[in-house]
């Protein structure tokens, strides 16, 4: 069948039914972009192809569906990498698209000339280059489905010239490839390690988010053995919040329920997950993860299996699958040994911790420090952190699509929200990238246009992607909410200044002439400041409301400055001064 190439490329991608790209326009994508809307493709072009992939990112985990990132080769492409690293770490698929300077120039040093494929090896699970124009679509169906497979990013990378040549191909096949279930042996011994448990406890990742039914299938073997469930670090999702089993997150500001209940267990089934390092750091001052207990790890990828913790069972599987396959072998009296005293030891830990963290208003110094001290002094009338995230509870809809930026406030807020299903807590996970909250959630709501989204963020990192607020007034993006906890300050790295550098705050600071609501309003959009617990959880309350009548608003919530946790004291230490350092000994340039 005739076809050019630029034809070949956009039936791919309707065969695969991608809907939808974001980037920005650039001459070396022209000749697809041109025929995305005779292909029901819509191109959302963002401010910063940064914060463009962010939203490819919040789009495809809201809905599962792929999507894909394009821009400009060189410069535009490379705005790319920090969004595909971190839907790497999301576990998101995702196409990355990377048109490349022309074949007949490439080493010249051309205009915009970049080697593209290097520059993202470490950021997607697969990639491969067009070599001929008549591959183009081998290439990208190949592409395509090695993202869905390791439910991370691929990429392709064409050279422009290779556009709006005629080729005589057929379309590939699709070839899907069904998931395992996990070893025979490796699914009976974890059945025979739960089924003789005394204290089992059942940890979800994000595997189980992202299988089919994998939250079904992991409440139905947590009642059957009337197991605890926690979640990993940023995964609340991972399983229904209002369930009596439910103990909330681990990690880093989790639940300090979680945590109590995991570490006495004398059976971990960790479900789904890679237990990465944030998912098992002490936490309050505790050492929960259980040294003593046999641990059974699920996880797709067998790379992952053991590398960050000793494991008695490693089974390769699909969560869905393999919980099922446990659940099929358990003994008839699994669960029984001590199972009225557990789930009597479950809902008292619970309600002692949401008694406790009801009550926590303010941050805690560390002995020898002061600071959180000072920043009620200087502003006695302002919200804290967690009054803060306590009046943003009182307004937030059940139903809602939350994304959290990374940064000292918004971690402040791990341990609050819960959800009744997946795919609904979009947070920027283990690369941590500032400037994540508003882009993503950019992309949930235009995924899932009927369901109310709120995105958060501090704001040092909504710093980063304010520049999008000048692109999503447009009359064909939708209508989000986004919160800005606004307190002039970057204040996890002020925390680590305060803990083992003496108050020496080097580039923490932010200009207080500086008004996001008012930026918001300069871009046609809604700005409301907030002061109180009543004015937030008024103001969210209404900004849902416009949400729903398709206007957009930003909420600046003006905080304290009071600094939770810092995020690794594991990886920080008082400085040493062995030569000393001078300014005497500055030598001027010579020029």
């Known amino acids: 069948m005739k076809m050019t190439t630029e034809e070949a490329f956009v039936k791919t991608l309707q065969m695969h039914g991608i ?52 821009a400009q080769n060189g410069p535009g492409i490379a705005n790319f990498v920090t969004a595909v690293k971190t839907a790497y770490w999301n576990h998101t ?20 000339e970049m080697e593209q494929m290097r520059m993202f090896a470490d950021c997607v ?3 491969e280059e067009v070599r001929d124009p008549s591959r183009v679509a081998e290439v990208l169906n190949r592409v395509i489905m090695n993202a869905r497979r390791a439910s991370a990013p691929a990429q392709i990378n064409m050279p422009r010239d290779f556009w709006t040549q005629v080729i005589d191909i057929d379309l590939p096949a699709i070839v899907e490839f069904e998931r395992p279930a996990g070893g025979v042996e490796a699914v009976a011994h974890a059945a025979e390690l739960l089924s003789n448990a005394k204290n089992p406890v059942i940890l979800n990742g994000a595997g189980v988010v ?108 699909d969560a869905t699958k393999v919980a099922n396959g446990i659940m099929a072998q358990l ?48 502003k006695p009338d302002w919200l804290s952190p967690r009054k803060a995230w306590r009046a943003i509870q009182a307004a937030l809809p059940k139903e809602a699509i939350i994304s959290s930026d990374i940064g000292n406030n918004c971690a402040i807020g791990n341990a609050y929200p819960s959800f009744e299903e997946g795919r609904k807590y979009l947070a920027p996970g283990l690369f941590g990238p500032c400037g994540y909250g508003l882009p993503s959630v950019i992309g949930a709501k235009i995924g899932c246009p009927d369901v109310p989204v ?35 300050q970057w204040g996890a790295e002020k925390r680590n200044s305060t803990l083992w550098y003496d108050d020496n705050f080097v580039g923490t600071e932010l200009d207080e002439q500086v008004t996001y609501a008012g930026i918001a309003k300069a871009c046609g959009l809604q700005g409301v400041v907030a002061r109180t617990s009543e004015e937030l959880t008024a103001a969210l309350d209404q900004a849902i409301k416009d949400q729903k009548a398709g206007k957009t608003t930003l909420i600046e919530a003006m905080i304290n400055q009071e600094l939770g946790e810092p995020f690794r004291r594991d990886a920080m230490k008082k400085p040493v001064r062995v030569a000393g350092i001078d300014k005497a000994d500055m030598r001027p340039q010579k020029t």
């Open 93 to 112: 698929p995702l196409l990355l698209v990377t048109p490349q300077a022309a074949n007949k120039t490439m080493g010249q040093g051309g205009f915009q």
């Open 125 to 127: 699970a697969y990639q």
């Open 454 to 488: 709120v995105g958060f963020s501090g704001d040092g990192a909504f710093g980063i992607a304010v520049t999008e607020l000048t692109a999503i007034g447009r009359e064909e993006w939708p209508a989000i909410t986004q919160i800005v906890f606004r307190n002039y």
């Open 19 to 70: 809907e939808h790209a974001f980037g920005i326009i650039g001459s070396a994508m022209m000749p697809i972009s041109d025929i995305f809307g005779e292909a029901g493709i819509t191109f959302w072009d963002c401010a910063h192809e940064g914060s463009g992939g962010m939203m490819a990112d919040g789009y495809t985990r809201a809905t599962g569906k792929m999507s894909m990132m394009i």
């Open 331 to 378: 003994s008839d009296t699994a669960g029984d040994a001590g199972r009225d005293e557990r789930k009597d030891r479950i809902a008292k830990t619970k309600s002692a911790w949401a008694q406790e963290l009801t009550s926590l208003d303010h941050e805690e110094d560390d002995p020898g420090t002061t600071w959180n001290e000072r920043a009620r002094a200087a």
């Open 210 to 317: 992202l299988s089919k039914g994998g939250i079904d299938a992991s409440m139905a073997l947590a009642e059957r053995l009337d197991a605890p469930v926690c979640v990993g670090y940023q995964h609340n999702d991972a399983f229904p919040g209002s369930h009596p089993l439910f103990a909330g997150p681990l990690g880093y500001n989790g639940s300090k329920a979680a945590m109590q209940l995991i570490k006495e267990a004398d059976v971990v089934l960790a479900l789904g997950t890679r237990l990465n390092p944030f998912s098992t750091l002490p936490g309050y001052g505790m050492e929960y993860w259980p040294s003593d207990a046999k641990i059974i790890q699920v996880d797709i990828n067998p790379d992952r299996i053991g590398l960050t913790k000793k494991v008695t069972v490693g089974i390769i599987g």
